[in-house]
């Protein structure tokens, strides 16, 4: 899927996300929020938004809250998902969740860039 989705081959990497994901759930927790993760980029590159929000909605069900891995690659494409969708306040929420995090201290393991988005005044 992630060659196809690189090539641009959008339907193609659609049909493999869908396979993995049937495969996924079958496997785990962690296989399935993996494919979610990737799914949500995919589907937001085809601008399938509302698919991407079904995708995160369903990946931030499946973590607790202090799994710091989970939460530094889901909630950055929280705040894209819901600009894209015109949800603003929905997008403002992700990103304050994860700066308050950050705030505090917790190790993102190099994945704290995508929230440290300047405020803009």
């Known amino acids: 899927m992630q060659i196809a989705y690189h090539d641009g081959d ?24 993996n494919g979610l993760a990737h ?3 995919l589907r937001r590159a085809t601008r399938d938004y509302v698919g991407a929000a079904t ?6 069900s499946l973590y607790q809250a202090d799994d710091m891995f989970w939460e530094a690659r889901v909630r950055p494409q929280g705040v894209m998902i819901y600009f894209d969708l015109g949800e603003p306040e929905k997008a403002a929420d992700h990103l304050e ?5 950050l705030i505090g201290g917790e190790d993102w393991l190099g994945r704290a860039g995508p929230i440290w988005v300047p405020k803009r005044s």
């Open 10 to 33: 959008w339907k193609a990497a659609v049909e493999m996300l869908e396979k993995i994901l049937v495969q996924a759930r079958s496997l785990g927790e962690w296989n399935e929020l």
């Open 39 to 41: 799914g949500v980029d």
């Open 55 to 60: 995708d995160l909605k369903r990946a931030v």
């Open 97 to 101: 969740y994860r700066r308050k995090a």
